[in-house]
């Protein structure tokens, strides 16, 4: 006869559930639940109101016929590009810089990283003040003598979307330097050592072993990264509103506009699904990938 376990070991073991539960289930309604909401309405005639008809793929139709769509998605693809090489291109170099044991170096540190800890709202607005022409860079340079210097960018329609990536840059090489910092730090220091007593310097021992071995932390970061690009929102709302015109405009304030601005909520949930197809595009390899990893390291 099998012995009844005791009630406190029975508590012990459904007490991880029952403190899980609540955040489960908030997961499952704000998140997958909404989801599936919106992918419903895609598929429906919702306008100003949702509508729970069915009109297969019209909302999509529409929204890959709008030419504000297109504008949006080359944004995107200028955007996201600029901002995952420079990104990780400072913040890899800021990486290698502290990895060779300098000084002060927890204070750095905290200064690269600082950045992160700011909402995006408040990047963009900082920004928007340095890069405005008639109250930051242009404006200082201007009162030092150099009447002729012109760096108004963010006015510009050609170029208004460069300024959306500089400060994407600033406010996230940070965050990368501290994922190629660690992944650095794990790199065993008798491998360098070797290479040395073989005659390599410095610089090739990094371009040529080292660096090639942070492929993980470069994954990582290509990851994050892409999904920071894709919904990307506050910094563009901040800065310049998808202006000048629509010069900046992204899928994610183009979906804000369609939905809440223009009443089409069909056509802004269709542009939500896009961008979620996207996000899912970059983020189930990472995870096969890293599943496959972790089953083959068993």
Known sequence: MTRKKPISDRVADWLPRLVMAPSLLVILVGVYLFIAWTGWISVSSSRMVPSY?????EQYYRLWATPRWHIAVVNLFIFSSLFLLVTMGVGLVMAILLDQNIRAEG?????????????????????????NPDLGVQKVVNSLGWEGFV???????????YTIVIAAVWQSSGFAMAIFLAGLRGIDNSVIKAAQIEGATLPRIYASIIVPML??????????LSYIAIKNFDLV???????PGNATEVPSTFMFQATFRRNQMGVGAASAM??????????????YSELKESRNGH
């Open 53 to 57: 008809d069915f009109v297969g793929l």
């Open 107 to 131: 204070a750095l540190r905290a200064v690269y990283l600082y950045p992160m800890a700011l909402s995006f709202i408040v990047t963009g607005t900082a920004w928007k003040w340095i890069l």
């Open 151 to 161: 760096f108004n960018w963010i006015t510009q329609p050609t170029f208004a979307i």
């Open 215 to 224: 492929r993980p932390a470069f994954l990582s970061v290509i990851v994050l």
């Open 237 to 243: 709302l901040a800065m310049t509103n998808g202006g």
């Open 274 to 287: 896009m961008m979620l197809m996207t996000v899912a595009a970059i983020i189930i390899p990472y995870l």
